[in-house]
């Protein structure tokens, strides 16, 4: 007889796991370009439950070797930045990307280096000699240059923020030739230079902004501070280590826009911006800030997302007023407009195992570690999703299904932090299938979302997250759960997708990336639109949104 395990039934051909993940379970392996993409949008370069940062670091090298294309990682390097929102991993990219292709580098920089810390990012990742280099070369050195001469005064003032490395020590490595007596002067200051060595340029030719500056440093007392503010549009924390007073930081917190509000409530509660002389609420200030943060058009402008205010009410003390924590609830509730709605309702498994419980960014040591977890990202993800697409839904597990009751008129805040508090064991990401394939077998859905760091480790009955055939339990119960809905579809309408979101950098995954699944690597604003666009069966994909990027300006 034939052996059956090399000539099976037409069963037996689908994809077998060939890999194993971080945790020891059978996985499927990403392609080199995937799995640097993945790595790219959801690596912090820190620790995370199951890998270290040097771990990370060491197969971000590996996978760029293999990836013998400069044009799709620099793209990768802009979306990593542009879409994802990532800093360390863009700026490592770049660097790596410098040392195979110059022209090249010189043509994506300044789309990647957008601001002064992401500067400093790149100048570090040099100065660290992990990439090949240890200084900058002279066509690194040319586009520090002309960033450093082209960047505005404010856009500098602000670069000049935060140490190790700092602004100075980038300018005394680059050595920029000033353009003009103004510049001259500026990089003098910002390097700590005497007046006498900015020759010919003199003190007269310091910019406006920071002659300000420099007499609100000065400034005596706190109300002297107070006046200057008010002609001064510079960033709050260009003034926060001077100001003498609450009298001052109120003058500061009146400049500061939504998103520094939002970000440094436990600051403004120090700094006594939330209370009158007499030690009383300041009704007055408490009523401006929770004003600014609900603001209904600037949300909606600015498309925040609503983790932006999660964050700020999981990191906001007790002891800020209730107000300003009513207007973060009712902020997250106009940010779920800025989600686009689903075609259909979907299937949203909610990985609330243990590794799920450590946080977001990895960890980055005392008082640096994110208070955000994994499973508060994906809770979030899970009840805007609910909010915008009220047929869906949400099934939070580990090694078995949870039955998640939900109350409609509960805030997106209160919704995800209900859901964040299930299960905290092991994982095993097929459960959520099966329970579409159980109790909600007849209900219709346009697919199911998986929000999972992707670590299955066990299925009931087959050790290390096996299936039958050699397939993961994922990739079982999903050939069950598409049958079923195009049985209960008529194969009327496009065949079911299974979306996995894997929120931490690993290389693996539970389902292989197919016509009907997409696996995405991290989380930002665009994965909801990432999301909708491949329920919409339009045929977009993880990889082919990065490839899609246009180098040219």
């Known amino acids: 007889m034939a052996n059956k395990l090399l000539f099976g039934s037409t069963k037996s051909h689908r994809p077998r796991a060939g890999a194993r993940n971080a945790a020891g379970g059978a996985a499927y392996a990403m392609s080199p370009k995937h799995a640097l993409a993945q790595l790219a949008t959801t690596g912090c370069l820190s620790g995370t439950f199951y890998a270290t940062g040097q771990q990370q670091l060491d197969q971000v090298v590996q996978l760029v070797d293999q990836v ?3 044009e799709f990682l620099a793209k ?13 991993m863009p700026a490592a990219l770049l660097v790596m990307l410098s040392v195979r292709d110059t022209e090249l580098t010189h043509e994506v920089f300044d789309r990647i280096v957008d601001n002064g810390r992401m ?28 960033w450093l001469n082209e960047a505005s005064t404010l856009k500098l003032l602000s670069a000049s923020i935060g140490n190790d490395p700092s602004l100075r020590d980038v300018l005394r490595m680059a050595r920029p030739k000033p353009a003009n007596n103004e510049r001259r002067a500026l990089f003098g200051w910002l390097t700590g230079k005497l007046v006498v060595q900015w020759a010919p340029a003199t003190l007269h030719d310091l ?3 920071v002659r300000k500056l420099n007499a609100f440093r000065e400034a005596k007392k706190g109300s002297e501070q107070a006046r200057i503010v008010r002609d001064l549009s510079l960033r709050w924390d260009l003034l926060a280590d001077t100001a003498k007073d609450a009298h001052a930081w109120k003058a500061i917190a009146k400049q500061m826009g939504p998103q520094a509000l939002r970000m440094n409530l436990n600051t403004l509660l120090r700094q006594g911006v939330l209370r009158s002389e007499s030690g009383k609420p ?20 600015s498309k925040q997302f609503p983790y932006q205010y999660l964050a700020a009410y999981k990191h906001a003390s007790n002891e800020v007023p209730q107000a300003i924590k009513s207007a973060l609830h009712h902020a997250a509730e106009i940010a779920c407009g800025n989600i686009p709605q689903l075609p259909g309702p979907v299937l949203i498994g909610l990985d609330v195992s243990g590794s799920m419980h450590s946080p977001v960014t990895g960890y980055r040591g005392r008082g640096a570690t994110s208070a955000m977890r994994c499973v508060d990202v994906a809770a979030l993800f899970a009840a805007a999703i609910l909010r915008r697409n009220p047929d869906s839904v949400v099934v939070p597990f580990d090694t078995v299904a949870y039955d998640a009751k939900f109350d409609p008129n509960d805030s997106i805040l209160s919704l995800s932090d209900r859901l964040a508090r299930y299960g905290g064991g092991g994982t095993d990401c097929s459960v959520p299938l099966q329970a579409a394939n159980g109790r909600y077998a007849r209900r219709h859905f346009a697919g199911v979302i998986l929000l999972s760091d992707n670590e299955s480790w066990i299925t009931k009955n087959r050790p290390y997250g096996y299936g039958r055939y050699g397939q993961t339990g994922v990739m079982e119960q999903w050939q069950k759960f598409a049958s079923n809905q195009m049985k209960l579809r008529g194969h009327k309408i496009a065949s079911p997708k299974l979306v996995c979101i894997d929120l931490q950098p690993y290389t693996t995954t539970q389902a292989p990336e197919r016509a009907d699944i997409l696996n995405v690597g991290g989380f930002s604003d665009a994965v909801f639109q990432v999301v909708a666009s491949f329920l919409e ?9 990065i490839d899609a990027i246009k180098l040219a300006k």
Not at 138 to 143: E, H, M, Q, V, Y
Not at 282 to 301: F, P, Q, W, Y
Not at 537 to 545: E, L, Q, T
């Open 537 to 545: 069966d339009d045929g977009s994909r993880f990889v082919a949104k």
């Open 119 to 146: 500067l400093r990012n790149v100048f570090q990742m040099v100065r660290s000699g992990h990439f090949g280099r240890n200084g900058l070369s002279s066509s690194l050195k040319r586009a520090f240059e002309r």
């Open 282 to 301: 300041d009704n007055e200030m408490v009523n401006l800030i929770a004003k600014r943060l609900s603001d209904e058009r600037e949300i909606k402008r």
């Open 207 to 209: 910019p406006d902004e």
């Open 68 to 70: 013998n294309d400069d």
């Open 76 to 88: 990768l390097a802009i979306y990593a930045r542009q879409r994802g929102m990532m800093k360390d």
